[in-house]
């Protein structure tokens, strides 16, 4: 079957707010007394917030001290101080060929989405003037299961009226790999191979990629 969806991840894909997120989480371990290197930073990688915390707590050895309603705090100051920082992105932080390759998408008649954890990627989309150009947002505030559940880009899928096998999904975390391909989509990694597994194709970033062999790749 011929593609007729095309569905992006958000940070890594799009935008890089991964640095945004490294430092936020940083300075809330900061807080808690211990160092948060960089190199721990990649498991957090495509996982919800309250996931991510409880791998951050581990590095301290401070797992199982807080209570349910002390971890969401926690949360909820890590993600206040993530949004002061993204509220001065801007446009030139979008990845290199993403408006682009979005746009040749929506020339050749494919419905274009959002499938990212983020509960913020109404602030970044507003931020990088990317809004307009997705038939479906799909993000955080709307899903109860993370990555690599694949609920996310079922109801991406199911917003534009899609058979999940004509879709192609577009992930640069292992975790969105297994999702997209545990829905029954094709993928598209954004990555090294050496670091990613389990796609149909990888690319270095959205400027690699050509929309119109994809179409005729994917049938």
């Not at 670091?195 to 790749?217: C, K, M, S, W």
Request: aromatic residues 6%; charged residues 30%; glycine residues 10%.
């Amino acid at each position: 079957m011929m593609l007729r969806v095309a569905i992006f991840d958000l940070d890594g894909v799009l935008v890089d707010t991964a640095k945004y997120h490294y430092l936020a989480w940083k300075q809330l371990a900061s807080e808690l007394g211990f160092d948060f290197p960089l190199a721990e930073n990649e498991k957090l990688k495509g996982v919800s917030r309250m996931r991510s915390l409880e791998i951050l707590l581990r590095t301290g050895r401070m797992e199982g001290r807080f209570t349910a309603s002390e971890m969401a705090g926690l949360a909820d100051r890590k993600n206040e101080r993530y949004v002061e920082y993204i509220k001065k992105l801007g446009k030139d932080e979008i990845l290199p060929g993403a408006r682009d390759c979005l746009l040749r998408f929506r020339e050749l008649g494919l419905k274009t989405a959002l499938g990212s954890a983020s509960k913020n990627a109404g602030v970044i989309l507003d931020r990088l003037e990317l809004g307009s150009l997705f038939d479906s947002i799909v993000d955080g505030t709307r899903t109860s299961r993370a990555k690599p559940d694949p609920e996310v880009f079922l109801l991406a899928a199911r917003d534009l009226g899609a058979d999940p096998a004509v879709c192609v999904v577009f992930e640069d975390a292992q975790a969105g790999l297994d999702a997209a391909k545990a829905g029954g989509m094709r993928t598209v990694a954004v990555g090294q191979p050496g670091d990613l597994t389990g796609y149909d194709a990888i690319v270095d970033g959205l400027h690699e990629v050509d929309p119109e062999d994809l179409v005729r790749r994917f049938v």
